[in-house]
């Protein structure tokens, strides 16, 4: 490795960015190996402060230190793919028929498989010209923080939401990494653009983002969609209808309008998919939920977290139609989380008929968290509307 001059290094780095297009990538920098120390600091008092989502490595020198990982590593390969932001014709929500909401990173196919199989071109690539590269892929589930490595190499800045944000992309862009032994030049990072702009902070309906690119996990609807148990009441009203993920602080961000990439077919959204009718999602079978979810990377959770969305969502559409759908979950679905989520939903309706439904369950309900449940969805005050 070292034999090769530092122009042969030059030259192989301009020859990958200009073929990145041909592999599929949108956008890719190179940064340095070296540990991030910076992060590691801001990591701890994320962590003292209680706002980790849980979902992260929790092994914070495994996170910031790249050679923890590969101890010859030199640099840092990172890789933007660009998707699509808005649905073409999208589907009606209306009474009777109302519809929930996926992530738009969640759309078309997951991004894991997207990006992977990206990264194993890459690796093709190199390999071609260097047989004797070491080279270690991440994406999402890795050690390392990808929008700290995008971030560091020039892929895009770190706004005030958190996200990486591309001047050609905005922030509607999948990020992945390449750890490797081979000592590429390192890029500069891209200029914070976010200025005096604070639209993302003031827009985001729990208060998740308790600073400038400082996100408190636990508050944050993006997490709370994914976790399996109760949510909180207060969250649950949040939540609004999305069945997984949040996109509001992304899609306020100035930067991101008029952005929508289409040019990855296998990245577009099936609008039945991204936009799904909840009633349907109540009764939904784990092979169904495979057939219709499965491909997306909103299925990593299981089936459970989009049903129990999905009952929140009724509840927050206050769709009276819903109620024999809702109630059939409160009285035959084994699933306590289910059971507790649609009394709440009832609840939240406060129809007659809703109302009704709560108090036939409370006299059969033997789980304590459900019969709290219905008890809190019975002292709502009741809406007088009637079923249609
Ligand atoms: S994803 Fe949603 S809840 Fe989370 S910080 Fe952004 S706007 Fe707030
Ligand atoms: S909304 Fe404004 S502050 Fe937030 S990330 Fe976008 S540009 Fe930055």
Known sequence: MEQKETVFWTQLKEDMIAAASSLGIDKLRVTTADTFTELKERLIRHRELGHESGFEEPDLDLRTEPKRLMPEARSLIAIAVAYPSRLIDPPVSEPGKRRGILSRSAWGEDYHQALRRRLAKLSEWILERVPE????????????????????????????????????????????????????????????????????????????????????????????????????????????????????????CPVNRKIDTRHHPELLPDPEVAKPL????????????????????????????????ALIALGNFRDVESVPDVAAVLRDDPRPVLRATAAWALGRIGSPDAKENLRNAQSTEKDDEVLLAIERALSAPETGRKRK
């Open 133 to 252: 590269a070491k080279l270690m892929s991440m994406v999402d589930t890795g050690a390392l923080s990808d929008r700290a490595v995008a971030e560091r190499a020039g892929i895009g800045w770190s706004g005030k939401n958190c996200s990486i944000i591309t001047p050609e992309w905005g922030s509607w862009v999948y990020l992945g990494e390449m750890l490797t032994d081979l000592p590429l030049p390192p890029d500069r990072s891209v200029l914070d653009s976010c200025g005096d702009c604070t639209l993302c902070i003031d827009a985001c309906p729990t208060g998740a983002l308790v600073g400038p690119g400082q996100l408190n996990s636990q508050r944050c609807i993006s997490f709370i969609t994914q976790t399996k148990g109760i949510v909180e009441d207060e969250m649950m009203v949040k939540i609004g209808n999305r069945l997984y993920g949040c996109d509001t602080c992304q899609i306020v």
């Open 278 to 309: 909840l009633r349907p999602l109540l009764t939904m079978g784990n092979r169904e939920f495979r057939e219709k979810f499965g491909m997306g990377s909103a299925s990593w959770r299981g089936r459970k977290p989009i049903q129990r969305n």
